[in-house]
């Protein structure tokens, strides 16, 4: 699955929707921040040019309504709708000059989100494997039966989840950064100084790397608790036509045989105990999501 943008919690939702139909729009955090557009500031030519058509356009219109007010209405009648005429085309050609001059909104939204959001292109290769596994991971868990249903631990999910995709995304974002930093320098010629400054470089960007990777294992190890729960969840749904078997089978074993019976209510009842620690279990793995680092 294609690597997808990383949001910051308090990007609204409306500027991630858009995202979904204009991605051209975003700018990666390694670009600097876009710069307020208008039509004005884009096309300063065409606006202009297009301002003069509609100002011939509104003259033109005005002095033919003049005429036909002229020929066909009472003289004070004729100039008070010529001047309501005039009124109305100063109106809307005040609307059409502000508009021009007003930034689009979704550039506007992309602008001021700017740093709060993370584009594919803002990772390298391996930090976007990592990030596609802790996506998939919440993925995972948001999109489960137990929690749909509210069985895990609701706030957990809804607002840590997010805060620790962006704090991963943040730290990869970085590494990609530096470690594209470094390959820049090495390019050169290698000398004993040179790598006595870039060891100690490589050996911090390895232990970051490792410790983003141990974080993304405890989100991979809650969403399998979770996959788990969900699965002895959906077992048990299965035991709801349970009476229905039973039923089958009374009229076809001998009378008096309550083995199989027995034998459907014992794993009912075992399946109940799956289930349950199975949810427990997956509570306990989120819970530690939040502990501090």
Known sequence: MALEPVFAPDVPLQVRRLYERKPELFVPAGRPRPKRE???????????????VWLAICVGGWILGLIVFAITLPTAVAAWSALALAVVAVVLTAGVAVSSAVEDRGHKAVRLQH???LLPEDFDEEAGRVLGRAQRAVRTVLGATVTQRGLLDEMQNELVLPEQLWDIGQVLHEQSVLRAR?????????????????????????????????????????????RSADAALRAEAALEDGDRYIELLARTEPAGDTSVVQGFADEAAALRDTLSRSIESARAAGRTLALPD
């Open 38 to 52: 208008t039509s004005w500031s884009t096309a300063p030519g065409a606006t202009f040019g297009s301002l003069l």
């Open 115 to 117: 740093g709060k959001y």
């Open 182 to 226: 470094q390959r820049d320098i090495a390019r050169g010629m290698a000398t004993a100084e040179l790598e006595a400054v870039l060891g100690p470089q490589r050996r911090a960007l390895t232990r970051s790397a490792d410790a983003i990777k141990r974080k993304v294992e405890l989100l991979e190890r809650y969403a399998d608790r979770v």
